[in-house]
Every structure is written in C-alpha cells, then in structure tokens.
C-alpha cells in the first residue's frame, strides 16, 4: 500500500492524497484501489493477514492533526 501527499509547488505545504495503491513486488507494477476517506499524510498503516490495512493518525488538509483510524479491505 502506497500513500501520502504531494509537494505541488517548492516551498508550498504538502498536499495531502486520498488515493491509495497496492504495489507487487512479483511484478513490479502499481495498481489503484478504492481511497481513503480522508486525504492524509504521515499516518501509520499496519497490514493484517486477512488482507485489511488499518490506517491511523497522520495530518490533513492544512496540516490538521488526524487522529481517527479507518480500515481498506483489499
């Protein structure tokens, strides 16, 4: 799972992403699953084995602090 923000413009704050991608290493190839709720960066994920990722804290959109969670099932 690949996510985060983007710097648009040097020296402007980072932009916060809702996309999410599953990358495979067997292949080498990236591909888009459904986002996120909320757009985030800096959050932690941990991965289970039942294929759910559970993503929390992180900051938002004008560097809000996030610290909700929400869980992807893959």
Same mark, same amino acid.
């Given at each position: 799972? @690949?996510?985060? /923000? #983007?710097? $648009? #413009?040097?020296?402007? =704050?980072?932009? =916060?992403?809702?996309? $999410?991608?599953?990358?495979? =290493? /067997?292949?080498?190839?990236?591909?888009? @699953?459904?986002?996120? &709720? #909320? /757009?985030?960066?800096?959050?932690? /994920?941990?991965?289970?084995?039942?294929?759910?990722?559970?993503?929390?804290?992180?900051?938002? $959109?004008?560097? &809000? @602090?996030?610290?909700?969670?929400?869980?992807?099932?893959?």
């Amino acid at each position: 799972i @690949i996510g985060g /923000a #983007t710097q $648009v #413009t040097r020296g402007q =704050p980072e932009q =916060p992403l809702s996309s $999410v991608e599953r990358y495979d =290493p /067997a292949s080498g190839t990236s591909t888009e @699953i459904n986002p996120t &709720k #909320t /757009a985030q960066y800096g959050h932690q /994920a941990v991965h289970l084995s039942d294929n759910t990722v559970i993503i929390c804290g992180g900051q938002g $959109v004008g560097g &809000k @602090i996030l610290s909700d969670c929400e869980t992807l099932v893959y």
